[in-house]
């Protein structure tokens, strides 16, 4: 079993900057992937950025260059560095950890973007 926790979000202007954690216990080190996934009211959820045990990083297109990724693996903990946010960066993020058979979500996190 995995439990992850993410801090709270909030409410940030346009252009602003944001950082999102994640705390992990449990089987950690068979999980394959720690990221962050996010869902807008009436879409589907969507990947932000994700890294690998080895730590590679990817993130979705929309993010590309504004977000980034980080983990610290002593602490169990995975950062998202959100800047130059966007309204259309509004929505539920949340973490998440998988391997091949297994994927665990935390409770999810809200962010608003708006002036």
């Known amino acids: 079993q995995v439990q992850l926790v993410e801090s709270a979000g909030g409410t940030v202007q346009p252009g602003g900057s944001l950082r999102l954690s994640c705390a992990a216990s449990g089987r950690i080190f068979s999980m394959n992937f720690m990221g962050w996934y996010r869902q807008a009211p009436g879409k589907d959820r969507e990947l932000v950025a994700r890294i690998s045990s080895g730590g590679i990083t990817e993130s979705g297109d929309s993010v590309a260059g504004r977000f980034a990724i980080s983990r610290d693996y002593a602490e169990n903990k995975v950062y998202l560095q959100m800047n130059n946010l966007k309204p259309e960066d509004t929505a539920v993020y949340f973490c998440?950890?998988?391997?091949?058979?297994?994927?665990?979500w935390g409770q999810g996190t809200q962010v608003t973007v708006s002036s």
């Open positions: 998440n950890a998988q391997n091949s058979w297994q994927n665990y």
